[in-house]
């Protein structure tokens, strides 16, 4: 395990262990078990340049399963690692494009499976490139590992439709989209109103979702804000049962997820990764709007 990032500003956070920031990765880049990984929702981005010593992963082709849209399965997670040479003791940081919205949910699938040591690069490529760092067109090569099939850890980190039918009062269900998404009014100038991130059939919220847009976590450099705002922000979720998170996608989930379990410290927390995607589909599914 490599040493963490002492960095002041992350030692008010409950587990400060879990970010980097980016003078200390660039003074670590290439150090042997420390592995960088950049996931976009745009992954050309790569191709323009990366971190040195980055290598890229698809979070649609290689961390979703094409069949089912469900994570990938555990074999196909160990064959993921074992293709790009990651070994189970490895220190991961992991940073993308729109604010580690996809950074997010990789390190959440890396969480899913039990991947002892996996951070976040604080700001991700937004601040990376803004702060003119180093960047690097090389592709690395690295020798296929040993990783070992891992089980995964649904149940405490990942919530399903099923369980969300059923409301209960003392559960906090957050949507972290937009305002527009979340009061169920058109985002795009198509007639249908769809989403940019994909196409559902109706529009508005899960019933008993309360609205937190997931850049109330972040400044708009793509790094997080400090604790006492996050307290100000999050602070009355604490008083709720669990958290339940949702996006469109479960990326933006993913992203709060990360603020409340590793930020904040919160015990119960989870990200709904059907999202909107599943629910706004759905035949005979209860939807709410917000009166305008």
Do not use: C
């Amino acid at each position: 395990m490599t040493e963490f990032d002492p960095h002041p500003p992350f030692q008010d956070y409950a587990h400060p262990g879990r970010l980097v920031s980016a003078p200390w990765l660039s003074a670590r880049l290439g150090i042997k078990g420390l592995r960088v990984f950049e996931v976009d929702e745009d992954s050309l981005l790569y191709d323009i340049g990366h971190i040195p010593t980055a290598t890229r992963i698809n979070f649609h082709t290689e961390l979703l399963d094409q069949d089912t849209r469900d994570v990938v399965n555990p074999a196909g997670f160990a064959a993921l690692m074992r293709e790009k040479g990651i070994k189970r003791d490895d220190t991961i940081v992991i940073y993308g494009d729109k604010s580690n919205w996809w950074a997010a949910f990789a390190l959440w699938i890396f969480e899913l499976y039990g991947h002892e040591d996996v951070r976040l690069l604080d700001g991700g490529r937004d601040s990376w490139m803004a702060e003119e760092r180093d960047t690097s067109y090389m592709v690395p090569d690295f020798p296929e590992s040993d990783y070992p099939e891992p089980p995964r850890n649904d149940a405490e980190l990942r919530a399903f439709v099923t369980e969300l039918i059923e409301q209960d009062p003392k559960r906090a269900i957050i949507d972290t989209r937009s305002a527009e998404e979340y009061n169920g009014e058109p985002t795009t100038h198509s007639a249908s109103g769809d989403s940019q991130y994909g196409t559902t059939f109706r529009h508005g919220h899960i019933p008993g979702a309360t609205h937190i847009k997931w850049d109330a976590a972040t400044y708009a450099n793509a790094t997080f804000r400090p604790l006492k705002d996050l307290e100000s922000t999050y602070g009355e979720l604490r008083s709720a049962s669990e958290v339940v998170l949702y996006s469109h996608l479960g990326a933006q989930g993913a992203h709060t997820w990360f603020v409340l379990k590793y930020l904040l410290g919160f015990d119960n927390v989870r990200n709904y990764d059907g999202a909107w995607a599943e629910w706004g589909n759905m035949v005979r599914m209860p939807i709410e709007k917000s009166a305008n």
